[in-house]
């Protein structure tokens, strides 16, 4: 169980990491948060943020993947305040609050 574990969690990584830097060609400078996996590696949870470079407003985009197959569960949570003097911190607060309950259901523990 580990070995497969292990390559999982490498397969991933290296899929996170060619699929996050796409969005930066589209004028936002994002980055990247880890939010966690389940006990057994099955699920992950990251969250992308930004703020907007046209607009100014912040965004977080939280997604969760089944490893084993390395597929998006569901669509991403998305919560985008559309105000450029709003807090970014707030904005990734509100963004855990509705993930949750997916959170939970999934059994992702947070770092």
Do not use: Y
């Not at 099955?42 to 470079?53: K, Q, R, S």
């Not at 046209?54 to 993947?65: D, E, N």
């Not at 305040?81 to 963004?95: I, P, T």
Request: with cysteine; hydrophobic share 40%; proline share 5%.
């Amino acid at each position: 169980m580990m070995a497969f574990k292990q390559t999982s969690l490498k397969r991933l990584l290296f899929f996170l990491l060619c699929m996050v830097p796409q969005p930066v060609h589209a004028g936002m400078d994002e980055s990247l948060n880890l939010i966690g996996f389940s006990k057994e590696g099955t699920f992950l949870a990251f969250e992308t943020f930004a703020v907007g470079d046209c607009s100014g407003f912040p965004q977080s985009k939280i997604t969760f993947v089944d490893v084993p197959s390395n597929r998006w569960i569901g669509k991403p949570i998305l919560e985008k305040v559309e105000d450029e003097n709003a807090d970014h911190r707030l904005v990734r607060e509100q963004a855990l609050k509705k993930a949750a309950n997916q959170l939970q259901k999934l059994k992702i523990e947070k770092n």
